[in-house]
């Protein structure tokens, strides 16, 4: 099966600067990743996503960059705030995202005034 | 839209007891995933439904663990009997057919004495 890693487990920055967060995946069949922030005690949500068919996308500060060859993604936020402090989980999933979303253990980020 | 909605949002229970989780997906969407979030992880897959018939349960424990979603619409969790290790937050989520975002509810915050 599917099979997430994401680094760094924790990530500490200055207000204003940028973060970066890599996932590699396994599974070649893997065509959906998205990108959750989960605050203490909430939901996961959805931040941004990217198919298998696009290279990057960009949403405001926040960017996600696929390389399928090497089965790496990984999310870009620049120009950080502290509401941007969360834990942050990529997932990948088959068949567009029908299928189960396999997780990765989690980013802590830690913007700091 | 309202979101997905799961109750109740807490529970405390003793080993050996059982207990049921309940969930309301987002109207319309006829795919509806059970994950279970140990602390400091990822969530993982429980059960997956598509309407009332169930895509894939590769990883709920049978025999502990049940999950129904009579009429394609609510559904409920069970786990009968619970262990220490059931302690985490189940997580509902739900798909629509057109687009590979899953939703996410609240969760239940779990505790086995």
């Known amino acids: 099966g599917e099979n997430v890693e994401q680094h760094p487990s924790t990530l500490s920055v200055q207000e204003g600067d940028s973060a970066v967060i890599k996932c590699t995946y396994s599974d070649s069949a893997s065509n959906y990743f998205p990108w959750y922030k989960q605050e203490l005690g909430k939901r996961p949500q959805l931040i941004i996503d990217?198919?298998?068919?696009?290279g990057e996308k960009k949403d405001q500060r926040i960017a996600v960059t696929l390389n399928k060859t090497a089965k790496h993604f990984s999310l870009h936020i620049t120009e950080t705030q502290p509401e941007d402090s969360a834990v942050y989980f990529c997932?990948?999933?088959?068949?567009?995202?029908?299928?189960?979303?396999?997780f990765g253990t989690g980013t802590q980020l830690k913007v700091e005034l | 839209e309202a979101g997905v909605a799961q109750s109740p949002r807490y529970k405390i229970i003793e080993k050996r007891q059982s207990v049921a989780f309940w969930c309301n997906p987002i109207s319309g969407h006829a795919t509806l995933y059970w994950y279970q979030q140990i602390l400091g992880q990822g969530p993982k897959l429980l059960i997956q439904f598509q309407n009332n018939g169930v895509v894939d349960d590769s990883q709920l424990p049978k025999d502990r663990f049940s999950a129904e979603r009579l009429k394609g619409v609510d559904s409920t969790l069970k786990i009968q009997p619970a262990k220490l290790e059931d302690s985490a937050v189940y997580l509902c989520?739900?798909?629509?057919?057109?687009?590979?975002?899953?939703?996410f509810g609240p969760g239940t915050r779990l505790l086995v004495l």
């Open positions: 989520a739900s798909r629509s057919d057109l687009a590979g975002t899953q939703y």
């Open positions: 997932a990948a999933s088959r068949a567009g995202g029908e299928n189960k979303l396999t």
């Open positions: 990217i198919r298998s068919n696009v």
